[in-house]
């Protein structure tokens, strides 16, 4: 079993950044892709980026391209997702998701079997 417990979520301005935390509590080192996915109100859980198992893979919604980066420190057990250039429309609730050798294109809510509790991400214009 995997736990994952995100940190960093907050209020911020349009145009500002946020850093993302994810720490697992089991190792996560070369075994475990772990992937961000985000819900606003009202709109199902969409996929956001991920980082393959080896760390030599990563995938990003079109959404989300060229702003946001997922790095990921195996030392630590932790994932991080650096938010910049925060629109109004990324407000959500974020979550993080393990599995285990996981393909990081698969996009699905089914392709990960451990998730965190998430952390609020509220972007103000």
């Known amino acids: 079993q995997v736990q994952l417990v995100e940190s960093g979520g907050g209020l911020v301005q349009a145009g500002g950044s946020l850093r993302l935390s994810c720490t697992s509590s089991?190792?996560?080192?070369?075994?475990?892709?772990m992937g961000w996915f985000r819900q606003a109100p009202g709109k199902e859980r969409e996929f956001v980026v991920a980082?393959?198992?080896?760390?030599?893979?990563?995938y990003y919604a079109d959404s989300v391209k060229g702003r946001f980066t997922i790095s990921r420190e195996d030392a630590k057990n932790t994932v991080y997702l650096q938010m910049n250039s925060l629109k109004p429309e990324d407000t959500a609730v974020y979550y993080c998701a393990a599995e285990e050798y996981g393909d990081p294109t698969r996009v699905g809510i089914i392709d990960y079997d451990y998730w965190g509790q998430g952390t609020q991400v509220t972007v103000s214009s």
């Open positions: 089991r190792l996560i080192s070369s075994k475990y892709t």
């Open positions: 980082i393959s198992w080896s760390g030599g893979r990563i």
